[in-house]
């Protein structure tokens, strides 16, 4: 496949499609310690809401903002897994790790997505590289997993449940 294959369609669920905007070669692996993506705040779908109510304080680890409920971010006491002003989201501990996901073997959808970017038009779910992850992400094209091999392992089935999808939406 080359560059000139994007647009095409997938089925990531039964029934359920994509139509993919990046290149079918990119492939990603997270990278251990980079975290860049955990230092931002999170929106949460309302179903992430409810989720989270299940397993945190939501007065404590969310705000809200233009009318979207997000994971707050939080200045945190240490030099490491923190963005330039010394913050990063709620969740993320010390040692580069999300607690959410650590202790309660859960996460929101957003988190699961990124570097992907969902967007909903004419009623098809479309799925890019977001922008901010070409220039931040570290786990772009430096594996052999292909992300259009495993479009499930980012997308949510909820996704397609959701007037607006758009998870380009931040803090
Ligand atoms: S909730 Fe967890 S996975 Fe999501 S941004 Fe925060 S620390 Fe990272
Ligand atoms: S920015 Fe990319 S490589 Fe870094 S933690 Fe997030 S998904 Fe992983």
């Not at 179903?47 to 989270?52: K, M, S, V, W, Y």
């Not at 890019?128 to 997993?145: F, P, T, W």
């Not at 909820?158 to 803090?171: C, I």
Request: proline letters at 4%; charged letters at 35%.
């Amino acid at each position: 496949m080359s560059t000139d294959q994007t647009g095409q369609r997938v089925e990531v669920y039964p029934g359920r499609e994509v139509i993919v905007e990046f290149d079918p070669e990119l492939t990603f692996e997270c990278v251990d310690d980079c975290t860049w993506c955990c230092q931002h705040g999170v929106l949460l779908y309302d179903r992430d809401f409810l989720g989270l109510a299940e397993r945190a304080n939501l007065n404590e680890s969310t705000t809200e903002f233009r009318g979207h409920d997000f994971v707050r971010r939080e200045e945190k006491d240490r030099d490491e897994h923190v963005a330039e002003d010394g913050a990063a989201c709620y969740f993320l501990r010390e040692d580069g790790l999300c607690s959410l996901h650590a202790e309660h073997d859960w996460k929101p959808a957003r988190c699961s997505v990124f570097p992907l970017a969902v967007t909903r038009e004419d009623g098809e779910l479309h799925v890019d590289i977001r922008d901010s992850a070409h220039e931040h992400c570290e786990g772009l094209d430096v594996s052999e997993r292909r992300v259009i091999d495993e479009l499930d392992a980012f997308l949510p089935e909820v996704l397609w449940e959701l007037d607006n999808p758009d998870s380009d939406r931040e803090l």
